[in-house]
């Protein structure tokens, strides 16, 4: 699983979100442009759908932060 960002005016190459987690075990099923273009939010959850993490994401820089985490029980 990878996200990766491009100017809409082309460029180099794409800044990739670092994002935790093995790829064969996450995945990402949402992500949209935060107000104003200040970042990304990527929603990213495991295979088992039972962890759920939010994240909020520089464009620039490719950092991610969490913004927000669940897990089901047990």
Not at 15 to 41: H, K, N, Q
Not at 62 to 73: D, L
Request: hydrophobic share 40%.
């Amino acid at each position: 699983m990878k996200v990766g960002v491009i100017g809409v005016d082309g460029g180099e190459a794409p800044t990739w979100i670092e994002l935790p987690g093995d790829p064969r075990e996450s995945y990402v099923p949402r992500m949209e442009w935060v107000a104003g273009g200040e970042g990304l939010i990527l929603q990213q959850m495991d295979r088992r759908q039972q962890r759920n993490t939010v994240w909020l994401a520089d464009a620039d820089s490719g950092k991610a932060r969490p913004w927000f985490a669940e897990q089901a029980p047990g």
